[in-house]
């Protein structure tokens, strides 16, 4: 059995149709099919089901290909440990990073690509659901987002600092002043919301359907920085955490008087899993930037 030919038939599964499989693996539709016809003769069994309209697994490749996945990431992996130790601190640095982060990572990614400039870093923003699947399939390295309500399985979370969710305001808001806001005191407030997907929009939802509760939502954004920039323009309001105005001097976040409002902000990596070690400095360079440190002192 090869890994070529557990790739092909992860491939094949996936797309349930040998063209469109052996085009994204670029070889011929015939190579395709005799390297899985060898690897079905090899493990004497059956793995897809065909005929002239379609293409199935059997039960038997249903079995196979969580195996098979597991396998071709065991192997990635451990090509991966081998460069790492052969090139030090080279190669590529993948990176998942929630709306709500941009003020969080720019210090640290200046830092780390002065420091190591022959490290390729890849930045990918996405919801935390999108990032933390990414995650799972070895597509990012690490994740950084807020601590998830409901924890994953195969992830564990590192804690950077702690946050709460706030009304974000202009300094010259009529609510500026208040130390705390409650939720009937957005009644009548118009407010630009972060979009279902996101975090700030879930952890406001466990106790409020923006879109039933009467509250005046104007609109609705899945961009952290652009909704920002909508407030700091306007009479707006909007709920997100406070840590998202780091560097907005014209914006000031209050918290909302809610039970259990605390926002962790984490840094997510899989459970049992090899860390490169341009991630392991990447995390060690963001503890110690300037704004991770403000934010864990801020709550001591």
Request: hydrophobic letters at 40%; aromatic letters at 6%.
């Amino acid at each position: 059995m090869e890994l070529r030919q557990l790739k092909y038939f992860v491939k094949t599964a996936e797309k349930l149709n040998f063209s469109e499989a052996a085009r994204s693996l670029y070889v011929t539709q015939s190579t395709l099919s005799q390297q899985i016809r060898n690897l079905e003769d090899e493990l004497g069994t059956v793995l897809f089901q065909r005929d002239s309209h379609s293409v199935c697994l059997t039960e038997n490749g249903s079995r196979l290909l969580p195996l098979a996945r597991q396998t071709l990431l065991d192997a990635a992996s451990c090509s991966e440990q081998i460069r790492d130790l052969q090139q030090m601190l080279s190669g590529e640095l993948s990176i998942g990073v929630t709306y709500s982060f941009s003020p969080i990572l720019a210090e640290a990614v200046k830092n780390f690509m002065k420091e190591y400039p022959g490290v390729k870093l890849n930045v990918s923003y996405k919801t935390m659901e999108e990032l933390m699947d990414l995650l799972r399939k070895r597509q990012v390295d690490l994740v950084l987002a807020f601590k998830p309500n409901t924890p994953y399985e195969e992830i564990e979370s590192h804690g950077l600092f702690e946050d709460h969710l706030s009304v974000i305001m202009r300094n010259d808001h009529p609510l500026a002043d208040k130390k705390l806001i409650e939720l009937p005191e957005l009644a009548g407030q118009r407010l630009a919301m972060p979009a279902k997907g996101l975090q700030a929009r879930g952890t406001f939802e466990k106790y409020i359907d923006a879109e039933n509760s009467g509250l005046n939502v104007c609109l609705e954004i899945n961009e952290a920085n652009i909704l920002l920039d909508l407030v700091e323009n306007s009479s707006m309001l909007t709920i997100l955490s406070e840590a998202t105005i780091y560097g907005r001097n014209h914006l000031k976040a209050i918290p909302l008087d809610l039970p259990d409002n605390q926002m962790q902000g984490c840094v997510h990596v899989l459970k049992k899993s090899y860390q490169k070690r341009s991630a392991e400095a990447f995390i060690r360079m963001l503890r110690d930037t300037i704004t991770v440190r403000k934010f864990s002192e801020h709550w001591v």
